[in-house]
């Protein structure tokens, strides 16, 4: 069965940067573990990273969100502590996105086939619940799973209402549990 991980925007902006927020860097290590145990497993391993230019508070989410972050290039947009360690040492398909969202075309470039999908990373109500909508879309018959203790947001309420959302489109939402 193939099988795919994806770590979400685990960047240092959303951490402890520009949008960072405590207990996100909390699940550094378990991203970390889960993400391992899926590779000895034969997953592919997929990261996305919100890549932003110097015109982002010119677009419509800069308007919005008048913050600049993950500017490409910068620290911010790396990929924080082991996850970033780990994953440069993996070999890993990278998606880069302007928006909370990976973009069709990047999309058609992963590869078919994949039957199960987890994903681990931030933000729960914004980057995580938009980018299990395009691979939903992308592999219509994949298993989906969240590991809601590998996701987190800046409001519990927010990530705990995306997980009831999730369950409505049908992605499996469990706990990771380190042994497994």
Request: hydrophobic share 35%; proline share 4%; glycine share 8%.
């Amino acid at each position: 069965m193939k099988t795919m991980f994806v770590a979400v925007d685990y960047q240092y902006d959303f951490v402890c940067g520009a949008l960072g927020f405590p207990g996100a860097e909390l699940l550094d290590d378990s991203i970390v573990r889960c993400g391992r145990q899926a590779q000895e497993k034969g997953a592919i391993i997929v990261e996305t990273k919100d890549t932003h230019e110097n015109d982002y508070l010119e677009t419509r989410e800069g308007k919005a969100l008048p913050i600049h972050h993950t500017l490409y290039g910068t620290p911010g947009w790396n990929t924080y502590g082991k996850t970033g360690l780990w994953l440069e040492e993996t070999p890993h398909i990278i998606i880069k996105k302007s928006t909370f969202g990976c973009p069709p075309d990047e999309m058609l470039k992963l590869p078919d086939g994949v039957e199960e999908i987890m994903f681990a990373g931030l933000v729960t109500n914004m980057c995580v619940l938009t980018n299990i909508c395009c691979f939903q879309a992308r592999y219509p018959n994949a298993q989906i799973t969240v590991y809601e203790n590998l996701c987190t947001s800046f409001n519990k309420e927010l990530h705990d209402k995306t997980m009831d959302v999730l369950r409505g489109l049908q992605v499996n939402v469990a706990v990771y549990d380190k042994e497994g």
